[in-house]
């Protein structure tokens, strides 16, 4: 009994160990692109990288924790942020053509479904005309 007890205790140490090391080394802090997130482009094959490619938008630039431009995200980019669903992306753009672009936040607060939560959510992933540097990413 008591070397099952002594190996019951030196696996839980083991696992522990493990959990002690992992905790320290992960998330990984360093940059994963040695260039600011403004310069990171995509080449043909969706690898980012730093110099010659396109300009991320609407899914990438997401992932990359760019903000989309409200005036010009597509319907299928915005039904991708977070509490924004198709009917709400729909309602969104479909306001944008009526106005001729969104001017405040307030345009974008009368939009039928969008109430304070949303508006929120919208305002921290997107931006009223072109998006502003949002740092670093990494």
Request: contains cysteine; negative net charge; aromatic residues 2%.
């Amino acid at each position: 009994m008591a070397s099952r007890t002594a190996a019951l205790a030196a696996v839980a140490l083991g696992v522990l160990g493990v959990g002690v090391v992992a905790r320290l080394r992960w998330p990984d802090t360093a940059p994963a692109l040695d260039c600011a997130a403004e310069s990171v482009r995509i080449r043909p094959d969706g690898v980012a990288i730093c110099g010659d490619g396109a300009v991320p938008t609407g899914a990438q630039a997401l992932a990359l924790g760019r903000p989309l431009d409200l005036n010009s995200a597509t319907e299928e980019e915005l039904a991708l942020l977070p509490g924004v669903g198709r009917s709400l992306a729909r309602s969104l753009v479909e306001a944008r053509e009526e106005q001729g672009g969104f001017k405040s936040w307030d345009d974008v607060d009368a939009v039928r479904g969008v109430g304070s939560a949303k508006l929120q959510t919208l305002r921290a992933a997107t931006a009223l005309g072109a998006p502003p540097d949002a740092g670093p990413v990494w």
